[in-house]
């Protein structure tokens, strides 16, 4: 019998030897050296970034979250001390530079410590007041809104600017109601829809209640039309109405608002200014919520507007208002604008 010498490993073949010999190429070799992945470690940071900015963490630099709200901030602040400082120039220029003598500058310069008004920019103030050659121009404008879209009245608007150049405030003026085109307001004449007034404001704390006889025959005395308890229009206000006091307001003409306010400087002078009010009924704001309560509710509004009607001459919706504020904001910030007067109660 023939034997076969058994073979303890089996070699490689001639196809295997082949396959081995070849060099293989990776995809990862087919890539430009640059986006080549490093070998010298595997873990994913020694990975080669595609960005030349170091990474920032999330959360670690205060002044990122409140650099936005401060930025409006100061911006309004801006506006506000814009505003006082042309009604102080305005006051010293009108009644001279002593608040003791004029009731106009002595309430700005109120106004102006409860607003923390620099010491420097006031100091300023009266040294660009008293300079003969610098005047400011007082410009005037007319302008009347349309009628809200669920058919309320429109709003009449006197806008009041001060400016060293008028021309440039007239063509920042049309500039701002063409962008404002597409709310239809316009210039437009509704002098004859409002009369000059001097409106006289003052405080009483809540143990003066007793006090507002005494005031009331002062201010008649000398001159004034009407006396009457009021609502708060600020907050600053509204604090002296929740402590228990009252706000006492006094309408005369605007020549007389110097010799009333001097017989009260012994009480809390709000205010001592002459305003453009409306010479009719106010234009009101619209309950939204009135009306969505179906049948019932709007019978109500109706039957409330009925009662009102001696001294409402119509209701505006909230999306006008909101248009106005948009409107106000544009005019403040960027055509000198000082004060603007409407028909709507509690506007702006």
């Not at 595609?50 to 409006?72: E, L, M, Q, Y």
């Not at 103030?125 to 009245?153: H, I, M, N, R, W």
């Not at 806008?159 to 437009?188: M, Q, W």
């Not at 009102?308 to 904001?329: F, I, M, Q």
């Amino acid at each position: 019998m023939a034997c076969f010498p058994r073979c303890a490993v089996a070699g490689p073949s001639r196809w295997q030897a082949t396959v081995s010999s070849r060099q293989v190429k990776s995809p990862v070799s087919l890539l430009p050296p640059l986006l080549r992945p490093s070998t010298s470690c595997s873990s994913p940071s020694s990975h080669r970034s595609f960005s030349c900015t170091p990474p920032h963490p999330s959360g670690s630099n205060r002044w990122s979250k409140i650099r936005h709200k401060k930025a409006i901030q100061d911006s309004a602040r801006s506006n506000v001390f814009g505003r006082l400082t042309r009604d102080l120039v305005a006051a010293i220029r009108s009644g001279g530079p002593h608040p003791e003598s004029n009731t106009r500058l002595a309430v700005a310069l109120k106004k102006a410590k409860e607003l923390n008004f620099p010491k420097d920019r006031l100091e300023n103030t009266f040294a660009k007041a008293d300079k003969s050659g610098e005047t400011l121009t007082a410009v005037t404008y007319e302008a009347l809104g349309p009628p809200s879209a669920q058919g309320g009245a429109a709003v009449a608007l006197i806008i009041e600017c001060s400016t060293d150049s008028p021309g440039r405030t007239h063509a920042k003026v049309k500039e701002i109601f063409n962008k404002s085109a597409s709310s239809n307001y316009r210039l437009s004449s509704v002098g004859h829809l409002f009369q000059k007034r001097g409106v006289i404001r003052l405080a009483l704390a809540s143990g003066e209640a007793g006090k507002f006889d005494e005031v009331f025959e002062v201010a008649l005395e000398n001159g004034a039309e009407e006396v009457s308890e009021v609502e708060a229009e600020n907050e600053a206000q509204g604090k002296i109405v929740q402590e228990g006091g009252s706000i006492v307001e006094i309408l005369c003409e605007p020549s007389q608002i110097d010799p009333i306010s001097s017989k009260l400087t012994s009480y809390n002078l709000l205010e001592a200014e002459q305003r453009t009010l409306p010479s009719g009924p106010w234009l009101r704001i619209r309950d939204e919520e009135g009306p969505e309560d179906g049948a019932e509710g709007g019978a109500q509004q109706e039957q409330g507007a009925d009662a009102l009607s001696e001294d409402t001459a119509g209701w505006v919706d909230e999306e006008a208002v909101a248009k106005l504020d948009r409107l106000a904001s544009a005019l403040e910030e960027e055509a000198d604008c000082t004060r603007i007067w409407s028909n709507l109660y509690g506007w702006p």
